[in-house]
DNA sequence: TAGTGTTATGCAACAAGTTGCACTACCCCC
DNA sequence: GGGGGTAGTGCAACTTGTTGCATAACACTA
């Protein structure tokens, strides 16, 4: 169902094609949801079948066309319905924790080679975050309540991932 | 494949029944992973299918027979397999964030009510987190590097847990 | 001129996870 | 005597997400 909604608010926010909400995933809501294009042509094309959206063929000169969907009011309706009713906790996952649990078997190098490389991603999703911010909420004492809102997430991404960061390299420091 | 690994790690440490495992995972593994009882015995069926583990029925007067499932040689080369080489990074889906993104149309008094919800199942998961803590990592200064390992990730989940909780103070301040 | 990247769409098969249901039988509490 | 919790197993149907493959054409660069 998440799925759904993402794209209800996507496309709320202003209509677009499959390959344009690629692109904002990758752009500005990095830190909220991703999804492959095979998933998401496939959801939008099952969310017109169901009503919520409306597509729009414009055919464009020696390229694919573009099929731009649009919000239609049942899938306003569905949007506010989901965000009127609070979502269940995920279930927690994390698979690299579980390594920890079989520490005597993981190799000391390949130990240090994941963290370090982890590490690094890490620091690459903040210089992500940090050009997000940069684009998008500059001068955040000036934003309206709905533009200040998703800067609050993003804040909460960047701490999270910083507070990542500090826990691996403490682990890498104590192993030596 | 991970929660295969996560089966051959907490049945390498111990074996066990299907029921067994899922109380693992709800006490000392609860910060780890998480996964209903159905998927675990399907699960552990196709491991032994696969010849990952052997199955041990021991028969119980008046009730069901316990399924004790061991690691086989096989079993623990798939774990040091998995052990080795780095874990993917998983997607990014945040389906709170979202509704941010929606800042007008997600009425004030379903806004209050979500993250008042969220933050005192935080504030539980804490209460748990500290319960494991006592229980299984006491004096951790007396821990070997094995014992060690899993309370950090516990202590990794704590300051993650933290966060988030302090985030949702702070926005439900600012939301007068 | 061949390879790589971008714009643009999508199907099919598979893997993983969820939901609903079903069976047995004890214990405890109201 | 009925309802809920614990112990113990599992099937079947469904939803969600991944992987592999396919098509078409432009722009850039080595």
Redesign the interface.
């Known amino acids: 169902m998440?799925l759904r909604?993402?794209l209800l608010?996507?496309l709320?926010?202003e209509p677009g094609t499959g390959y344009d909400i690629l692109q904002r995933f990758k752009a500005g809501?990095?830190?909220?949801?991703?999804?492959s294009h095979q998933q998401l042509y496939r959801e939008l094309d099952r969310m017109r079948g169901d009503g919520l959206l409306t597509c729009e063929t414009v055919p464009q000169a020696e390229r694919p066309d573009r099929k731009v969907y649009h919000l239609t009011a049942a899938g306003g309706e569905a949007?506010?319905t989901w965000?009127?009713?609070?979502?269940a906790?995920?279930?927690?996952?994390?698979?690299?924790?579980?390594?920890?649990?079989?520490?005597?078997?993981?190799?000391a190098d390949?130990r240090r080679?994941?963290l370090g490389?982890?590490h690094e991603?890490l620091t690459q999703r903040l210089a992500t975050y940090a050009a997000i911010e940069e684009e998008w909420f500059a001068a955040p004492e000036r934003l309206t309540?709905?533009q200040r809102?998703?800067w609050?997430?993003l804040?909460?991404?960047q701490?999270?991932t910083q507070?990542?960061r500090e826990?691996i390299e403490?682990?890498l420091e104590e192993g030596e």
Chains 1, 2 share one sequence.
């Open positions: 998440s909604a993402i608010i996507t709320q926010q809501l990095a830190h909220v949801w991703q999804a949007l506010d965000l009127a009713e609070p979502l906790a995920g279930p927690v996952r994390e698979p690299l924790f579980a390594k920890f649990f079989a520490w005597e078997r993981w190799p390949a080679r994941e490389d982890l991603q309540p709905a809102a998703p609050h997430t804040r909460l991404g701490r999270l507070t990542w826990w403490e682990v």
